[in-house]
């Protein structure tokens, strides 16, 4: 039976599986080494430039970011030195502007306290002494205060030469006798004596109680310098302005009997 034999073998053969096909033999051929590249762990070079210049822009970035940082420092140093130098500039200023202000306040001040004062030295009360009583008695022809057997006096003419008047006036005086060459020191009463009120160009009398009957020996002891006799006083009283005001005096008789002069010290006036 081999015609059945024949028959299975071509059915065996049609039931093979057939060999793949090769369509295009010359571009497999042509492109020997596609299926290698496919294959490769390389990167493309477009992927290696793009990875160089994504790390050149993240380098640039994080530089930027640095200066930034860095400038940013910067500026906030240079703003607050400015504000450091703009306060202190304030300061200088203010200070500046301030002493500026209290040197013209003192200025005025001083001006205008110098022009009270002398407005209060013009206006104000002045007492003083402005002579003493003449001699009332004749030796040999001649004036003297003092006389053997009679009672010798002596005054003193006080007069308010301001423009206003003094008041609240207290008086002390008298007159003492000092060897020649012993220095002059005042000596009062306890007490002061009260005036009042004086006005302008009014004059008033200090005078000590009479003294006497005068002795020779006493007017020896004058005449020939043995001793000398003071007259001497104090003063103080108020001007209008309320400000308290003191006048001293003093003065001794001359030799001759005849006049008085005055000391070099305790004589004054405020």
């Not at 390389?42 to 430039?49: C, N, Q, V």
């Not at 007492?127 to 006096?153: F, S, W």
């Not at 008298?174 to 020191?185: A, C, D, H, K």
Request: aromatic share 10%.
């Amino acid at each position: 039976m081999p015609e059945d034999s024949d028959s299975s073998t071509e059915e065996n053969a049609a039931n093979q599986p057939l060999p793949p096909r090769k369509d295009n033999p010359v571009a497999s051929e042509a492109n020997p080494g596609s299926e290698g590249k496919q294959g490769s762990p390389r990167p493309h070079w477009a992927d290696r430039i793009i990875a160089i210049f994504t790390g050149l822009i993240f380098l640039t970035y994080i530089a930027s970011n640095y200066f930034a940082c860095n400038q940013m420092k910067l500026t906030k140093q240079a703003i607050d030195q400015s504000a450091t130098n703009n306060a202190a500039a304030i300061v200088a200023q203010q200070k500046i502007a301030q002493d500026a202000l209290t040197a013209s306040q003192d200025s005025v001040n001083k001006s205008l306290s110098a022009t009270i004062d002398n407005f209060h030295l013009d206006q104000r009360a002045w007492i003083g002494p402005t002579e003493v009583l003449g001699p009332q008695y004749t030796e040999d022809g001649r004036p003297v205060y003092m006389k053997v057997g009679e009672i010798t006096r002596f005054a003193v003419l006080i007069v308010n030469s301001g423009k206003t008047p003094a008041r609240n006036i207290l008086t002390r005086y008298g007159i003492r006798t000092l060897p020649q060459g012993v220095n002059f020191s005042p000596k009062y009463p306890k007490k002061p004596r009260p005036y009042g009120v004086l006005q302008p160009n009014v004059p008033f009398r200090l005078e000590v109680p009479p003294l006497g009957p005068t002795v020779q020996g006493n007017i020896n002891a004058y005449t020939l310098g043995h001793h000398i006799l003071y007259f001497y006083g104090e003063i103080t009283y108020d001007d209008v302005f309320k400000a308290r005001h003191r006048t001293q005096l003093c003065m001794f008789m001359t030799p001759d009997l005849g006049s008085f002069v005055d000391c070099s010290t305790y004589n004054y006036a405020d």
